[in-house]
């Protein structure tokens, strides 16, 4: 039994959510002249540690315990509240379009169409949107990998029981969906949720990998290990383009992204080296904690600080906004200077609303529905 968290691992996943919420948010920034934010690597990153972390935390109670439902109650209690959450307050402001979005909006459709469809709204209720139901993002948007995670989840979950972690099975399970998006057999709209059955997948495979001979490298020399570690860094900076672009290579970007992170994950699974020690501080670790309720607000608290700036900009003759030649392509930051500081103030609000929703409302809801289902 491996007791120790995996701190540095979980921290990753933060990580990975902020680089989002920077990527998502339409803010006109210096942070987009780097190449690091323009290459969606940190998704792939998030399903291959969610995968890692879910064999890591949740297999023993599987296979020994035979416990699938409380496999399944762990998952929905951690997604559904601030889920239901979000789309319950977009559901709001879609019956009040006509007083606020469509006059202080980048908007420009009618009420529950489109992307806001009340078709698409049953999909998102049930959280089916990310499994191919859709050919684009619908509701709130950022939801769409949440789902296609959450399924992915649950079948590596029913794995656990009738496999017994056998590395062939896994093996030729990665290896299939690596034919399936090479050779792109299936739709686009099914892209999202076999990223996430590769990423989940072969994060797990990673974990067993890693139980199985940590005892045969877990005694290497600090040296190795920080170096490994400066491997990883150089790893993350492969996969934001800073070297060369991923996409140029046969196998297609995101295989090879899956690979990358892999080896990423198994060197910091150990957690030998400098760069863990700083991973396992307490910033990186309440991070953590609380990226989950980053990811799924960010979007939504973004569109509200949108809507005030629009009326500021309308009623006050101000300039908030950078506009490109379309009517819709708009981005907050009149210059980079200005967009630099909404950003710093944007992401800071989100975090700040992040942590209350998650002390006041996410955890204690996870309890009750644990505690109502068992």
């Avoid at 979980?10 to 323009?38: M, P, Q």
């Avoid at 606020?100 to 459709?109: A, D, G, M, Q, V």
């Avoid at 990423?199 to 974990?207: D, H, I, M, R, T």
Wanted: with cysteine; net charge positive.
């Amino acid at each position: 039994m491996f007791k120790e968290k995996q701190y540095a691992i979980d921290s990753f996943r933060g990580i990975a959510v902020i680089f989002a919420c920077c990527a998502h948010l339409k803010i006109n920034s210096h942070i987009w002249d780097y190449e690091i934010l323009k290459h969606h690597w940190w998704i792939q990153l998030f399903y291959v540690t969610t995968g890692f972390l879910v064999t890591f935390i949740h297999h023993d109670n599987v296979v020994k315990l035979g416990n699938v439902k409380y496999f399944f109650l762990n998952r929905l209690s951690r997604i559904y509240p601030i889920h239901i959450l979000i789309i319950l307050s977009l559901l709001i402001m879609e019956l009040l379009f006509y007083n606020i979005i469509t006059n202080y909006s980048l908007e420009n459709r009618m009420p529950f169409s489109e992307n806001k469809s009340l078709v698409a709204l049953i999909s998102n209720i049930f959280l089916v949107q990310g499994i191919g139901l859709h050919q684009n993002y619908t509701w709130n948007t950022v939801s769409h990998p949440i789902s296609a995670e959450f399924f992915s989840c649950l079948l590596l979950g029913l794995l656990f029981m009738v496999n017994k972690y056998k590395k062939t099975f896994y093996l030729l399970i990665i290896l299939f969906l690596i034919f399936i998006i090479n050779v792109q057999l299936l739709n686009s709209r099914f892209d999202i949720f076999l990223s996430a059955l590769l990423g989940v997948f072969s994060g797990s495979l990673v974990c067993i990998f890693y139980k199985k001979y940590n005892n045969l490298y877990k005694n290497y020399s600090s040296l190795f290990w920080n170096t490994s570690e400066i491997i990883g860094i150089c790893i993350i900076l492969t996969l934001g383009g800073v070297f060369f672009n991923l996409s140029n290579f046969f196998l297609g970007e995101i295989i090879l992204k899956n690979l990358l992170l892999s080896i990423l994950l198994f060197i910091f699974a150990f957690q030998k080296g400098f760069i863990s020690i700083i991973l396992k501080n307490n910033i990186f670790s309440k991070l953590s904690k609380i990226a989950f309720a980053i990811y799924m607000l960010h979007s939504f608290v973004f569109s509200l600080i949108t809507y005030l700036l629009i009326y500021l900009e309308k009623n006050f003759n101000s300039f908030i906004f950078f506009k490109y030649n379309t009517a819709k392509d708009y981005y907050l930051g009149a210059s980079k200077l200005q967009g630099d500081l909404y950003l710093v103030l944007t992401m800071t609000i989100i975090i700040v609303i992040a942590n209350i929703i998650n002390v006041y409302y996410e955890e204690p809801m996870k309890i009750k529905i644990r505690k109502l289902l068992k």
